[in-house]
């Protein structure tokens, strides 16, 4: 046989084998080896369990409303017993531990249930060689108010970070993040060090209690469900939402509880396919305190006012008159309470 016959016996081949290997695999690089199915945890999720182990999956992912504790400043927090699944970035259904630990178990075996035949087949070409970090395009600071959503204030943040002091209490912020990379794409942006700090008071009692709420390092949009994968995008937008009254129950404080300065404090990081890193900031917020709100005839203060009254009330000694005795001997006094409470007026 010639050695150009040869050659095209082996092209032909070697397209019939690459051909039948795809239609194969008609599930991509991804597909499972017969008996599993993608777990489909989240958006993009191709891990292969069994399809009870699916289910059960669908079925945590149907009731992770359920779980979340909505006293808790931060939205995505879980109920007493429950923890974040992380079956992959951006996964905070919350389920028991026993579940996360099944979950991580068959991360660890996803390479081992793939059918190897398709990824052969469908093996794509390796990132581009990228040997530098991704940039921040913008990072913005952007303050709304509480009560109807109206946006009061934007600032652009220069590298280094910033410190914006005395925000009132009544005002949540979202920080704005932009990245690129032209080389590997932008493979995640996430937050690092979001905390904050304060202190509710009750006065009555004279009795504080510290709070530190500790923030999940993930957007806004992976706490939504949008994971990236790979080929990234060339840009990546990203936002970082909070403050102390983010979500109904506020920052955890009854109403009637002042609560101190809040020092918010967060730094975002950009992540390229290749998993180099860029850090922006940090950014400092620090709100100023919230006086508490007595409810109307309730305890306001002591020898001073310490808590804000209702409209149409004030903060006021209670009187009242007391009389003894009968007819024309009885004699009457005019006492007040030792305390303050919201009286009309």
């Not at 059960?56 to 909505?70: G, H, K, L, P, S």
Request: proline residues 7%; neutral net charge.
């Amino acid at each position: 046989m010639s050695a150009r016959i040869s050659k095209f016996v082996a092209v032909f081949f070697g397209f019939v084998s690459i051909a039948t290997a795809s239609s194969a695999c008609p599930y991509g690089p991804d597909q499972c080896v017969f008996g599993f199915v993608w777990r489909e945890a989240f958006p993009g999720d191709r891990v292969c369990v069994t399809g009870d182990r699916r289910a059960t999956v669908a079925t945590d992912n149907a009731t992770r409303d359920q779980r979340r504790d909505i006293n808790h400043p931060h939205p995505g927090a879980c109920l007493f017993g429950y923890v974040w699944r992380e079956a992959g970035p951006g996964d905070f259904v919350c389920v028991d531990g026993a579940e996360r630990e099944r979950v991580w178990a068959e991360n660890k075996l996803a390479g081992s249930r793939r059918d190897p035949n398709c990824q052969l087949a469908n093996t794509p070409p390796p990132n581009p060689v990228d040997t530098t970090a991704p940039s921040f395009v913008q990072v913005t600071l952007n303050f709304y108010r509480a009560a109807d959503g109206l946006q009061v204030g934007s600032t652009v943040v220069p590298p280094q970070g910033i410190t914006v002091n005395n925000v009132a209490p009544d005002r949540r912020f979202v920080v704005a993040a932009t990245a690129g990379d032209s080389e590997s794409g932008v493979a995640r942006i996430f937050a690092t060090g979001r905390e904050y700090q304060y202190s509710c008071t009750d006065h009555q009692s004279d009795l504080a209690q510290h709070r530190t709420a500790t923030m999940t390092p993930a957007s806004d949009e992976e706490f939504a469900g949008a994971v990236a994968s790979p080929p990234y995008a060339t840009f990546r937008n990203a936002h970082f939402g909070g403050g102390p009254v983010a979500g109904p129950t506020g920052d955890g404080c009854v109403p009637s509880h002042e609560r101190s300065t809040a020092n918010f404090t967060i730094t975002v990081n950009a992540a390229n396919g290749n998993g180099m890193v860029t850090r922006y900031g940090p950014i400092v917020i620090n709100y100023s305190g919230r006086r508490g709100v007595a409810a109307p005839g309730g305890w306001c203060g002591a020898t001073t006012e310490a808590l804000d009254c209702p409209a149409n009330t004030s903060c006021q000694y209670r009187t009242f008159r007391v009389c003894e005795g009968a007819s024309i001997f009885s004699r009457c006094d005019n006492l007040r309470d030792t305390f303050l409470t919201c009286q009309p007026g």
